[in-house]
């Protein structure tokens, strides 16, 4: 598939179906054309939920080291294609090649790691008493709506997917408009390696209609979505008059702690690898960088340093979407007015051939309270506020100071206040003297405004089924 090829189309119960409009796609790494997308309506939804429902009762008899090998075979296929999904994925997107590549690799690890857990959502025997044998078994939902954005298409739709299939569900998921391609090529790939018709079925389209079709959908058992805390929020409204269960990841603000007696050459290079990977758009970015004040200033020196190597259109992409371009624009002209000083970047940046990209310096401001606006909203873009602190309570206060709570980190040498401080940061995951040590092992999730419930891990397993309680009278007289 080409930037250039007919307009993409759903993939339900095994086969491509075309949808009745469609939206021409933007090249963000140039600012021109990109592929065309077809817009699906709740009429789509419907035939894909459908699809999945019916093949919903053949998936769940699947012996699970069957459903593994399947899990197993769609790994390999993504390993065997990750250049040509790469491209696709770039092309989408405008992110480094070698960045799209290590997000194929690891949404091949999610389907990897699955492969090998089908069998332990197990349940356990329950010794109540000697006539009755009882016993939970863990089972899964049915179907499961998946909802992704736009940042990291494919690694999120795996993410959600893999544990999903894994226990025993079928899907019916929903990438970004904007960013459709990789997920439609997953489908594609499950299908070619043996996923039966109807298990994982995609409908391309807007959030306001397609997104919430699958939300009211009566078949549809649970939903996973990952985007803003706006939409976040509207979906919980439809979902709790449904009483529909939801696992929600909803973005962040995650606060960076750095103590003086930390080797401070390494958390510098650290502090900006939390903060421009994928240009910022990471929900667990660590935009907030605490620092104790004795080392504060050679330590913003180090940060400015590292970051004045992050070269837009080498080794940092554009902002995915020609509206979070703008969104970054807005937060670079509040931060100045509020009285931020930016150290490095704060401007829009043109690349010499791609002068219609969407491209924004890596930007480091100081002077920032936690009170100011670059310092509680999530920019999602590669800007970081830097915010001083004289004791380790005090740290833990500002890290904390916050309607958001998904990742935090601290680097330090004294590994005592490292437990200590980790341990206190309100945040679903917390990194040590590393940033961002991902893997698909770590439950991932988050707190408050962050969202709720667990993706990554064996975490998801449990997310992606519930529990029944059996009892089985075993004696022929009274109990």
Known sequence: MSENDAVLTHWIDGKTVAAAISRPGENPATGGAGVETGLGSAADVDLAVRAAAAAAPGWRRYASMERGRLLSAVADRLRADVDRLAELESADTGKPLELSAAEIRGSADYFEFYAGLVNLPTGDVLDIQPDLHVYTRREPFGVIGVITPWNLPINQAARACAPALAAGNTIVAKPAESTSRTTLELARIATEVGLPDGVLNVVLGRGSEVGTA????????????????????????????????????????????????????????????????????????????????????????????????????????????????????????????????????????????????????????????????????????????????????????????????????????????????????????????????????MPFGGHKLSGYGREKGIEALLHYSHVKSISVRLALGRV
Not at 241 to 259: H, M, Q, W, Y
Not at 315 to 340: H, S, W
Not at 359 to 386: I, Q, S
């Open 214 to 441: 699958i939300v009211e959908h009566p078949l549809v058992r649970k939903v996973a979505f990952t985007g803003s805390v706006r939409v976040g929020q509207e979906i919980g409204r439809i979902a709790a008059d449904r009483v529909l269960p939801l696992t929600l990841e909803l973005g962040g603000k995650s606060a960076n702690i750095v103590f003086a007696d930390a080797d401070l050459e390494f958390a510098a290079s650290e502090a900006v690898r939390a903060f421009v990977t994928n240009a910022g758009q990471v929900c667990s970015s660590g935009t907030r960088l605490l620092v104790e004040r004795s080392v504060h200033d050679t330590f913003v020196e180090a940060v400015a340093r590292v970051a004045a190597a992050v070269r837009p259109g080498e080794n940092l992409g554009p902002m995915i979407t020609r509206d979070q371009y703008e969104t970054v624009q807005r937060y670079f002209k509040v931060a100045v007015e509020e009285g931020a000083t930016p150290v490095i970047g704060g401007h829009v940046a043109t690349v010499p051939g791609r002068e219609g990209g969407f491209y924004v310096e890596p930007t480091v401001y100081t002077g920032v309270t936690n009170d100011m606006t670059v310092a509680r909203e999530e920019v999602f873009g590669p800007v970081l506020a830097v915010i001083p602190f004289d004791t380790e309570d005090e740290a833990v206060a500002i890290a904390n100071d916050s309607d958001f709570g998904l990742v935090g980190g601290v680097f330090t040498a004294d590994i005592s206040r490292a437990f200590r401080v980790a341990e206190s940061i309100e945040a679903g995951q917390v990194y040590v003297n590393s940033w961002s040590t991902q893997s698909v092992q």
